[in-house]
């Protein structure tokens, strides 16, 4: 997977800058005058809304005096969510420039420049020195990085020790086909689609111990639906920024995505674990 092929994914996707801004605009809202709230629910670009960006602040023990990253950020949603909910500081790091620099617009229009930062990077080599964070955090990035055991040890190494990593990625299912996977690689830029067994022993490999994870399946199957059903209402903005083709080639991508939910041959998974310190024993707890 090159890095090209996830920013070209990211550069063409119907939730954008520009798909926020005239939602705001149809609102009636001033640009002058937002505040975080009235994004909350149009830039959690993954899966479950805020409640899952909550629930990975939980099991990362996000709080005030937390310094997070938000790896592979996207259009910061989560990370001005955690700045505004919490009070802490939050770096976010993407790869694709573009949606950094969204980010930052963003977070500038509601007033949160001073605790949220973006800066683009790669997740297998971070911009940032070691011991930099209290906390990690991440969702649904990781099926798009061909080096997850380096991406892994580049979260430990950012972190303090005893610092929490949680995240929520894609997970496949036995029944996931070579086929299968090609086409997730041609048409969603995945790198590779790990499984639970997988990532518990890669978190385990770079220094994480007290590993959990949380089969999330049932859930995301029906928030996928929902997303499908979304998209189909975002055609003519879609249709507009990007053309008929792009609507039409994006459709059966994500047709064919939530066709391989529905048959249970990928699946979501939510782990947390945290960084050892030298005392620390590992261990580890897999739940389904």
Same mark, same amino acid.
């Given at each position: 997977?090159?890095?090209?092929?996830?920013?070209?994914?990211?550069? %063409?996707?119907?939730?954008?800058?520009?798909?926020?801004?005239?939602?705001?605009?149809?609102?009636?809202?001033?640009?002058?005058?937002?505040?975080?709230?009235?994004?909350?629910?149009?830039?959690?670009?993954?899966?479950?809304?805020?409640?899952?960006?909550?629930?990975?602040?939980?099991?990362?023990?996000?709080?005030?005096?937390?310094?997070?990253?938000?790896?592979?950020?996207?259009?910061?949603?989560?990370?001005?969510?955690?700045?505004?909910?919490?009070?802490?500081?939050?770096?976010?790091?993407?790869?694709?420039?573009?949606?950094?620099?969204?980010?930052?617009?963003?977070?500038?229009?509601?007033?949160?420049?001073?605790?949220?930062?973006?800066?683009?990077?790669?997740?297998?080599?971070?911009?940032?020195?070691?011991?930099?964070?209290?906390?990690?955090?991440?969702?649904?990035?990781?099926?798009?990085?061909?080096?997850?055991?380096?991406?892994?040890?580049?979260?430990?190494?950012?972190?303090?020790?005893?610092?929490?990593?949680?995240?929520?990625?894609?997970?496949?299912?036995?029944?996931?086909?070579?086929?299968?996977? %090609? #086409?997730?690689?041609?048409?969603?830029?995945?790198?590779?689609?790990?499984?639970?067994?997988?990532?518990?022993?890669?978190?385990?490999?770079?220094?994480?111990?007290?590993?959990?994870?949380?089969?999330?399946?049932?859930?995301?199957?029906?928030?996928?639906?929902? #997303?499908?059903?979304?998209?189909?209402?975002?055609?003519?903005?879609?249709?507009?920024?990007?053309?008929?083709?792009?609507?039409?080639?994006?459709?059966?991508?994500?047709?064919?995505?939530?066709?391989?939910?529905?048959?249970?041959?990928?699946?979501?998974?939510?782990?947390?674990?945290?960084?050892?310190?030298?005392?620390?024993?590992?261990?580890?707890?897999?739940?389904?």
């Amino acid at each position: 997977m090159e890095p090209r092929q996830v920013v070209d994914f990211y550069d %063409r996707h119907p939730i954008n800058e520009g798909q926020i801004l005239d939602a705001l605009a149809r609102r009636g809202k001033d640009l002058s005058a937002l505040t975080p709230e009235d994004l909350f629910d149009l830039d959690q670009d993954h899966y479950g809304g805020l409640q899952a960006v909550d629930a990975l602040a939980r099991l990362g023990g996000v709080g005030q005096n937390s310094r997070v990253l938000d790896l592979c950020c996207g259009l910061g949603g989560p990370a001005r969510f955690l700045a505004s909910r919490f009070g802490c500081r939050v770096a976010g790091v993407d790869l694709t420039h573009s949606r950094c620099a969204s980010a930052a617009r963003l977070t500038r229009l509601v007033g949160l420049s001073g605790r949220v930062s973006f800066v683009g990077g790669d997740a297998v080599r971070l911009p940032f020195k070691a011991g930099s964070f209290t906390a990690c955090l991440s969702q649904e990035a990781f099926l798009h990085v061909p080096d997850k055991a380096g991406a892994l040890a580049e979260c430990a190494r950012v972190l303090i020790p005893g610092g929490r990593l949680a995240f929520t990625d894609w997970v496949a299912g036995p029944k996931l086909s070579p086929g299968e996977r %090609r #086409r997730l690689s041609e048409w969603m830029a995945t790198a590779g689609v790990e499984n639970f067994d997988g990532y518990r022993r890669l978190l385990s490999r770079v220094g994480f111990g007290a590993i959990e994870a949380e089969d999330l399946s049932d859930w995301w199957r029906r928030i996928l639906r929902e #997303r499908l059903q979304m998209y189909r209402r975002l055609e003519a903005e879609t249709v507009a920024r990007f053309g008929q083709a792009r609507y039409e080639e994006y459709d059966q991508l994500y047709a064919f995505f939530v066709g391989l939910v529905e048959a249970s041959k990928l699946g979501g998974g939510r782990f947390s674990a945290t960084l050892a310190c030298p005392q620390m024993a590992s261990t580890s707890k897999l739940h389904y």
